[in-house]
T-cell receptor
Framework: NAGVMQNPRHLVRRRGQEARLRCSPM?????VYWYRQLPEEGLKFMVY????????ESGMPKERFSAEFPKEGPSILRIQQVVRGDSAAYFC???????????FGPGTRLLVL | GQQLNQSPQSMFIQEGEDVSMNCTSS?????WLWYKQDPGEGPVLLIA?????ELTSNGRLTAQFGITRKDSFLNISASIPSDVGIYFC????????????FGKGTLLTVNP
């Protein structure tokens, strides 16, 4: 039973480019969460999605960041016009229900040059 | 937003020693969780606590949910080299049933 999968594991972008991070939840999970981890920091909540719905995006910057979880396919975290400050590890987690255990993927390490 | 204060920031111990780390918050939490993160990987859940005063073990790991609901600790007994990693406390604040708040982590180094 595969766990949460994220790709790419590493992503290098130049300032101004777009970054697309993908997350496939565990089989049977329809709840997806994105967290960001800056160097030597804990994870910070960004957004919570269920299939085709954004439930809570209170932790996501209002500009340049967007997230989706379509009916088919992985969840996507999209960062437009990346800046150096976007360099971080982005983790996706999934759960079977709202209050259920969140299982984390291996993360995508984004480096903006 | 809410932050969790986790201490110590780092620990260097000898193999076989016991270690303790803790986490405090300024507000009440309904759930406390302890995760371990290895380099280049995502956090892996070690122990989950759901009731004030609850004491739960997972092998050599023991964690407790503080009576005040504002703190938790994690103990590791008889440490081994593979215990090396970053340990994070995390929790769900009262009123939130999904959003996890994380501490900054405790980096544990075990000398063989």
């Amino acid at each position: 039973n595969a766990g949460v999968m994220q790709n790419p594991r590493h992503l290098v972008r130049r300032r101004g480019q777009e970054a697309r991070l993908r997350c496939s939840p565990m089989k049977g999970h329809s709840h997806v969460y994105w967290y960001r981890q800056l160097p030597e920091e804990g994870l910070k909540f960004m957004v919570y999605l269920q299939k085709e719905n954004i439930i809570d995006e209170s932790g996501m910057p209002k500009e340049r960041f967007s997230a989706e979880f379509p009916k088919e396919g992985p969840s996507i975290l999209r960062i437009q016009q990346v800046v150096r400050g976007d360099s971080a590890a982005y983790f996706c987690a999934s759960s079977a229900g709202t209050e259920e255990t969140q299982y984390f993927g291996p993360g995508t390490r984004l480096l903006v040059l | 937003g809410q932050q969790l204060n986790q201490s110590p920031q780092s620990m260097f111990i000898q193999e076989g020693e016991d270690v303790s780390m803790n986490c405090t918050s300024s507000s009440i939490f309904n759930t406390w969780l302890w995760y371990k993160q290895d380099p280049g990987e995502g956090p892996v859940l070690l122990i989950a606590l759901y009731k004030a005063g609850e004491l739960t073990s997972n092998g050599r790991l023991t964690a407790q949910f503080g009576i005040t609901r504002k703190d938790s600790f994690l103990n590791i007994s008889a440490s081994i080299p593979s215990d090396v990693g970053i340990y994070f406390c995390a929790g769900r604040e009262r009123g939130s049933n999904y959003k996890l708040t994380f501490g900054k982590g405790t980096l544990l180094t075990v000398n063989p």
